[in-house]
Nanobody
């Protein structure tokens, strides 16, 4: 069974940096887009960044120039480097990926369990 597991969240001061990781495992044939979303209580889940299988990336307006998404295809892992963090970046960050379990199967969309990022002095 496919699983996405995030790590790297925590407490950081404003202006600081954190690096999140998301490793996919469990019968993976290929992965298409992998990305990061975030959510705060009472608000909709927000797109942070996406890494597409062709190497292109997309960022939400609020993180452009501060966050960088990257992926290691061999390790089925996607990373989110977060710099110049602000209190408004505080949220639970979720990993998301489109995963195929076999050559002829349909890709399914999976979510990780989330990791808390808190930006506070």
């Amino acid at each position: 069974q496919v699983r996405l597991v995030e790590s790297g969240g925590g407490l950081v001061q404003p202006g600081g940096s954190l690096r999140l990781s998301c490793a996919a495992s469990g019968g993976i044939y290929s992965i298409g887009a992998m990305g990061w979303y975030r959510q705060v209580p009472g608000k909709q889940r927000e797109l942070v960044a996406i890494s597409f299988s062709d190497g292109s990336t997309y960022y939400g307006d609020s993180v452009k120039g501060r966050f960088t998404i990257s992926r290691d295809t061999d390790k089925n892992t996607v990373y989110l480097e977060m710099n110049s963090l602000r209190p408004e970046d505080t949220a639970v960050y979720y990993c998301n990926g489109d995963v195929k379990s076999g050559r002829w199967t349909t890709a399914f969309n999976y979510w990780g369990q989330g990791t808390q990022v808190t930006v506070s002095s």
